[in-house]
């Protein structure tokens, strides 16, 4: 059973564009944290998010945590090559946190 | 800091054969992570250590076997490799305080092909 759900799988988009991507479950989270992975290299986290409707942002990446901490999302603005990757949401639990990752979305910036 | 360190960063078995991944931090954290990463699988859990000493599965240990040899390292054993084990396999560690967000620390991943 996926517990998070991550959307869209794929994303292809040309320099300068924005996009979206969401990150959804029927679970209550006590934190969410957003990773992205480059290829050959493993993830690297970008933010934690722990207070529902909480937004973070990150130069040009916004995160936000939904109001019941279920779901979360990332917002690029005017994206560049240098943002293309493997983005993972990861939920944690309790105290001992074991994360459930999400599948990824793959995102590819043409320049 | 080195951070995490896996060895080797490639490997090719063939079917039947065993090796052992390393993996090694020096952030002196307590708890270690195994994960493996499939085209569209996102990262799955073969084992975790909470603490040294301890062990415990997580959601894909069939095939596999752990040693949490000190507080340092982690390895992960494959007795008999299969064709399902190709995949690339994540090192991770935690310093855990008992907080949620806790950064993980992740190594640069092993690709293991098993023919």
């Known amino acids: 059973t996926q517990l998070l759900e991550q959307s869209p799988q794929f994303l292809s988009i040309q320099e300068g564009e924005n996009l979206t991507v969401y990150c959804n479950s029927s679970?209550?989270?006590?934190?969410l944290q957003w990773y992205r992975q480059e290829p050959g290299e493993g993830p690297v986290l970008l933010v934690t998010v722990v207070t529902g409707g909480e937004v973070k942002k990150l130069k040009r990446l916004t995160f936000q945590f939904g109001d019941a901490r279920k779901d979360s999302s990332l917002h690029i603005t005017a994206a560049q090559p240098g943002d293309t990757g493997l983005y993972l949401c990861a939920g944690g639990r309790g105290g001992s946190y074991i994360p459930t990752f999400g599948r990824g979305t793959s995102l590819i910036v043409h320049p | 800091n080195a951070g995490v360190t896996q060895t080797p960063k490639f490997q090719v078995l063939k079917t039947g054969q065993s090796m052992t991944l390393q993996c090694a931090q020096d952030m002196n954290h307590n708890s270690m992570y195994w994960y493996r990463q499939d085209p569209g699988m996102g990262l799955r859990l073969i084992y975790y250590s909470a603490s040294e000493g301890t062990t415990d599965k997580g959601e894909v240990p069939n095939g596999y076997n752990v040693s949490r040899l000190n507080k340092r390292e982690f390895s992960l054993r494959l007795e008999s490799a299969a064709p399902s084990q190709t995949s690339v396999y994540f090192c991770?560690?935690?310093?855990?305080?008992?907080?949620?967000?806790?950064?993980?620390?992740f190594g640069p991943g092993t690709r293991l092909t098993v023919l």
């Open positions: 991770a560690s935690r310093r855990v305080t008992g907080i949620t967000t806790d950064t993980q620390y």
């Open positions: 679970s209550v989270f006590s934190s």
